[in-house]
Every structure is written in C-alpha cells, then in structure tokens.
C-alpha cells in the first residue's frame, strides 16, 4: 500500500513527502526535476524521475507498487510565465494531470488529492474568500488549476473516484528542522526575496504598489506555513480513505498581512535593516487576499499550527541562513 507523490521533490511535496514518512506511510515520488530537487527528498522515499506525461514511466511505477492514493503536486505555478506561455501550462499543468487520472483509472486507483490555488478565485468578491464563491482566474495558472478542478469533479463522477482538492494562499516558511525549504529558480515570491535581501544577495527589495485601498496601501496576503499545508495534505488523505468523499477546501491562516508588515518582520528576525523601494503595482494582484479556512476546520479537523508571521518568517531564515544558494549549497554546508 503506497501512495504516489506527484512532484514530491518540489517546495510544498518534499515537506508533504517528509510528514507522510513520519506517519509510516510507504512514499513513491515521481517528479520531473523541472523545479524539484533531488536533496529535498528523504530517502526513505522511493524516487523516480520522470513526467506523468511519459506513459512508459507511470506505467512501470503503477505496474511495479501497490499505489491505492495519489496526492498531486507537480506543475508549472508562476503567474508571469503562464501568462507568456500559457499552453506549456495547459500542457503540463491539465494534460499531465489528465495522463495521471487516466493511469490512476486503468489501475483501479480511486482516491487523489490535488494542489490547487488561491488563483482560482481572481479578483475576490468579498473577505475571507469562501469556497462556494465565484471562480474568475485572471491568468492562465489560475485558469489550468480550475479547469483541472472541473476534470476531476466528472472524473469522479464518472469513474467512481473521490477527490480533495485544496487551494493553497500563500505558502511560505521552511522545515522547523531546518533542512529542507523553498528554492525556487527564478524566485518570484516575497519571503524569500525579501530575506535574499538580508543576506545581501540583492540589493532591495521592490515593493509591488503602494497604493492600495489596504491599511499601509501595500498588498495584503494570507500566508501559511508549508509544513501546514502538508499536515492539511495528510489529513486529507486519512479522510479521504475513512470516508471516501469529496471535497474542496482553502488552506490560509485567515490572517492577512500587507508586503510592508512582511518586511518589517524580516527586520525584525535578521535583525537586519531591509532596503525596500516602491515600483509600479504588479499586473493582476488583487489588493487583499485571505482565506476563510473554516470548512477545512472543521470537516478535516485541520487547524494550523504556525499563525504569527514572524514564525514563518523565522523558520524560512533559518533555511535561507544555513542554505543560502538552497539546495545547491546543501553539499558544501554539511
Ligand atoms: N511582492 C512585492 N515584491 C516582490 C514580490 C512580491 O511587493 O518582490 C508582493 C506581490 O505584489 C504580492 C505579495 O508580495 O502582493 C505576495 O507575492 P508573492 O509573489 O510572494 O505571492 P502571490 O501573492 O503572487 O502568490
């Protein structure tokens, strides 16, 4: 009995990957080394690398374990490049997930769990963001996540599989023990640059727009602990296989802070003084976005455990401290 990890060597599936292996689960990891890294990856967790687009590897992996649940990370997330290319993300992101529902059909596998997005939802109507609220993406990401959402509602339907869906706010923080975290190249995302510019690997960090309709003008965001989300991947897999139904769910902390909160965070944790300079507002950033995480609570019996930014902020340091080229710098530190 084993459960399939698609993308387990990325950001949020290594830290699920670990929290799976600690409740002695059997871990296969399939990821195609696009994002992921090899060193993120316990070894206690059997690897392959390739892409659910190649039909031979999944095969050999279906073939070859006894797989009776999938959890789904792998895809293409940065907005920007959606936007430029947005049919490599229908390729990768819709039809990968495609070719992995169809093998889970051929095997008889019935029970997924599938990363979705916040960016679902596009410009929110109203806060915190409610499940049932309407679905606008405004780029082509968001657009690939929803439309995989919809596939696996008439799959399910269709071929009597269950799905829990969870749309992820803004995932942030690394590993409390300190050895895996977030290196993404190019970095995009605001922690990790702005903690880049602690360390002095870049001069500054730009702020996105300060004149919002928010309390300091800047955006406002829900941030979550990655080591959160892969709790809320855990429980949702227990749910999945005690009650066999399915589900879509926010994961945020339903707190929300603005990017000037985040900086002055980071000074306060690096204890160092952050250079920020204001530039033009990023396209297609709604002002607020915080999540109602209430259904999540309540039916998966989730709750987070990291609330307070600065203990986000801490533990992505602690990363950023000891690894400060990422993994690539695993090697030399150890
Ligand atoms: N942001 C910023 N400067 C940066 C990167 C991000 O001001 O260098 C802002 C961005 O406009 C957004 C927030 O920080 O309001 C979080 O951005 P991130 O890219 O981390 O996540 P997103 O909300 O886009 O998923």
Same mark, same amino acid.
């Given at each position: 009995?084993?459960?399939?990890?698609?993308?387990?060597?990325?950001?949020?599936?290594?830290?699920?990957?670990?929290?799976?292996?600690?409740?002695?689960?059997?871990?296969?990891?399939?990821?195609?080394?696009?994002?992921?890294?090899?060193?993120?990856?316990?070894?206690?967790?059997?690897?392959?690398?390739?892409?659910?687009?190649?039909?031979?590897?999944?095969?050999?992996?279906?073939?070859?374990?006894?797989?009776?649940?999938?959890?789904?990370?792998?895809?293409?997330?940065?907005?920007?490049?959606?936007?430029?290319?947005?049919?490599?993300?229908?390729?990768?992101?819709?039809?990968?997930?495609?070719?992995?529902?169809?093998?889970?059909?051929?095997?008889?596998?019935?029970?997924?769990?599938?990363?979705?997005?916040?960016?679902?939802?596009?410009?929110?109507?109203?806060?915190?963001?409610?499940?049932?609220?309407?679905?606008?993406?405004?780029?082509?990401?968001?657009?690939?996540?929803?439309?995989?959402?919809?596939?696996?509602?008439?799959?399910?339907?269709?071929?009597?599989?269950?799905?829990?869906?969870?749309?992820?706010?803004?995932?942030?923080?690394?590993?409390?023990?300190?050895?895996?975290?977030?290196?993404?190249?190019?970095?995009?995302?605001?922690? *990790?640059? =702005? &903690?880049? @510019?602690?360390?002095? #690997?870049?001069? !500054?960090?730009?702020?996105?727009?300060?004149? %919002?309709?928010?309390?300091?003008?800047?955006?406002?965001?829900?941030?979550?602990?990655?080591?959160?989300?892969?709790?809320?991947?855990?429980?949702?897999?227990?749910?999945?296989?005690?009650?066999?139904?399915?589900?879509?769910?926010?994961?945020?902390?339903?707190?929300?802070?603005?990017?000037?909160?985040?900086?002055?965070?980071?000074?306060?944790?690096?204890?160092?003084?952050?250079?920020?300079?204001?530039?033009?507002?990023?396209?297609?950033? *709604?002002? =607020? &976005?915080? @999540?109602?995480?209430? #259904?999540?609570? !309540?039916?998966?019996?989730?709750?987070?455990? %990291?609330?307070?930014?600065?203990?986000?902020?801490?533990?992505?340091?602690?990363?950023?401290?000891?690894?400060?080229?990422?993994?690539?710098?695993?090697?030399?530190?150890?």
């Amino acid at each position: 009995m084993a459960v399939l990890v698609c993308g387990g060597a990325g950001y949020i599936g290594s830290h699920t990957v670990k929290a799976l292996l600690k409740r002695k689960e059997e871990v296969i990891v399939l990821d195609n080394f696009q994002q992921g890294h090899t060193e993120a990856v316990d070894d206690e967790a059997l690897l392959y690398n390739g892409d659910l687009r190649d039909e031979a590897i999944v095969e050999e992996i279906f073939l070859n374990h006894k797989i009776t649940s999938v959890i789904h990370f792998a895809a293409n997330s940065l907005v920007a490049e959606s936007v430029r290319n947005p049919l490599s993300y229908y390729d990768n992101n819709l039809y990968g997930t495609l070719c992995l529902v169809k093998a889970m059909n051929k095997y008889g596998v019935k029970q997924i769990v599938f990363s979705s997005t916040a960016a679902v939802y596009g410009d929110p109507v109203s806060t915190p963001i409610l499940e049932t609220d309407p679905t606008h993406p405004t780029n082509p990401y968001g657009e690939t996540k929803l439309a995989t959402e919809k596939m696996l509602k008439w799959c399910a339907a269709a071929y009597n599989m269950q799905y829990i869906i969870l749309r992820y706010f803004n995932a942030a923080g690394a590993d409390m023990g300190g050895e895996i975290g977030e290196d993404h190249n190019p970095e995009t995302h605001l922690i *990790p640059l =702005v &903690l880049q @510019a602690a360390l002095r #690997k870049r001069e !500054k960090i730009m702020i996105y727009g300060d004149d %919002y309709d928010t309390r300091d003008g800047t955006c406002i965001r829900d941030y979550i602990h990655v080591d959160d989300l892969a709790s809320a991947h855990v429980v949702a897999l227990e749910k999945l296989r005690r009650n066999r139904k399915s589900g879509t769910y926010n994961l945020g902390t339903e707190k929300g802070f603005s990017v000037k909160e985040v900086i002055d965070a980071a000074c306060k944790v690096t204890g160092v003084n952050i250079v920020a300079e204001k530039a033009a507002r990023r396209t297609g950033d *709604p002002a =607020v &976005l915080i @999540a109602s995480s209430a #259904k999540a609570k !309540k039916e998966l019996e989730w709750k987070p455990k %990291y609330e307070s930014l600065e203990e986000i902020v801490t533990s992505a340091w602690r990363w950023f401290q000891k690894y400060p080229e990422g993994y690539k710098s695993k090697s030399y530190v150890q």
